[in-house]
């Protein structure tokens, strides 16, 4: 495992090469913290500490545009998107994916979709598939299952301009690691095809300390895309993603690029990750 995670640390690794050691920790049992499971059989989240400011701040998409003007409270981000095997511990577990509780409030018809296969099953992988109902009910769950150890704070799906302040900082980096530079994330330029191993670009870091949040899949925030400010659960206005995936090109892997769909969309490139907050 040690030597696997030496090698990730070469700049000059090619992609195909990432993407087969992240297949091979896998196989031997990927125990990086963060990726797995805790010994009680609950998602083990690696948190990134994500430093704020209390005055308002604009913040601008892919280009240069205002979308919006926020004040940002203290938050903290997981390291990595939910992987396959943390997902799954919530559609199998007895409490989980088939209890109304995590379902509550969002549209009926798309209540408990139908759980579709992972591109690539891989558990070290980011979940893919996964409709923004889904990645709702499954923060609901950890949040629920969380609350006796951390009472003072709510996990959730992040609001975009949470996600966008932890990828670019105060400096407005156009990708999480700085300047342009195209090694550095799983995008359509590295012609893998298909997502990898969460972590396997740590050149790719942002300034808090998360990783993947360039490339590898899109992911899902809490609120509306027509109207930023709006964060309510029920509806079925389109949702904004962030971060870019392994389909597309760079340019939309910028840290503000702003893309939607609709919640109850399920595609392979699509996936999560979540925050804590202050209740």
């Known amino acids: ?32 913290a963060g990726v797995g499971l805790r010994p009680d059989g609950l998602p083990d989240i690696a948190w990134c500490r994500v430093d704020v400011s209390a005055e308002k701040r604009l913040f601008r998409n892919e280009r240069g545009q205002v979308y919006g003007e926020f004040v940002l409270k203290p938050f903290s981000i997981a390291k990595y998107p939910v992987t396959y095997q943390q997902f799954r511990a919530f559609h199998e577990s007895p409490d989980g994916f088939n209890n109304e509780q995590w379902w509550e409030g969002l549209t009926e018809k798309y209540r408990q979709q139908e759980i579709l296969d992972q591109r690539a099953p891989y558990d070290n992988h ?96 809490l609120n509306e895309y027509a109207t930023p400010t709006h964060a309510a659960y029920e509806g079925h206005n389109s949702r904004v993603l962030r971060g870019g995936s392994f389909v597309d090109v760079a340019e939309w892997a910028v840290c503000g690029s702003r893309f939607n769909d609709l919640p109850n969309r399920r595609l392979d490139y699509f996936g999560f990750r979540v925050v804590r907050v202050t209740r």
Request: glycine share 8%; net charge negative; with cysteine.
């Open 1 to 32: 495992m040690e030597s696997l995670d030496e090698q990730l640390k070469d700049e000059t690794l090619d992609h195909e090469t990432r993407a087969q050691i992240g297949e091979e920790l896998n196989r031997i049992g990927d125990t990086r």
């Open 126 to 221: 980011p979940r893919d598939s996964v409709s923004w109902y889904q990645a709702v009910a499954f923060a609901r769950w950890l949040d629920a299952k969380y609350a006796g150890e951390m009472p003072s704070t709510e996990i959730r799906l992040p609001l975009e301009w949470e996600w966008q302040w932890a990828a670019q900082g105060y400096d407005e980096r156009s990708y999480p690691w700085g300047k342009p530079e195209y090694r550095f994330a799983n995008t359509r330029e590295c012609r893998l095809g298909r997502t990898t191993a969460v972590g396997v670009y740590p050149q790719g870091q942002a300034w808090c300390g998360a990783l993947d949040m360039s490339g590898n899949v899109w992911e899902w925030c």
